[in-house]
């Protein structure tokens, strides 16, 4: 079970997700749907379409769609990172608001970490893997 967090002074409800380098914040309450995404709009920040539709599917997911104020902050990597981030964020913020929600977000997978980051360099090799060409001669 996800720990509910709540703001006490504004009553918003706040998710935090991770996903390869980049961490978002979230913060719910019932309105309009209006998005904001660091201070701009959704669709400024996320151009294209999938982008956008993988963060929307968790309010779907939950008959949400367009009833929630959501303000993200989000740092790090690209944007399919960042927006895998803002996905968990928004699950879990949901879980918070709604202890129900909690069951059907776990069995679309919202509320898995994708764990997939890049591996580091190690010495004596050129990258992560490969190592240096051999030479007979």
Known sequence: MIA?????KTGEFLGTGRRKTSVASVRIKTGSGNVTINGRTFEDYFP???QRT???????AVGLGGKIDMSVTVSGGGPAGQSG???M???RALCGM??????????EGFLTRDSRMKERKKYG???????TQFSKR
Do not use: Q, W
């Open 125 to 131: 090799l050129r990258g992560a893997r490969r190592g």
């Open 85 to 87: 981030a803002c996905r």
């Open 98 to 107: 709604d202890a129900e929600n909690f069951p059907k977000l776990r069995h």
């Open 54 to 60: 993988y963060i929307t599917d968790t309010l779907e």
């Open 48 to 50: 294209v379409m999938t």
């Open 89 to 91: 964020a928004l699950a």
């Open 4 to 8: 509910s967090k709540k703001d006490p």
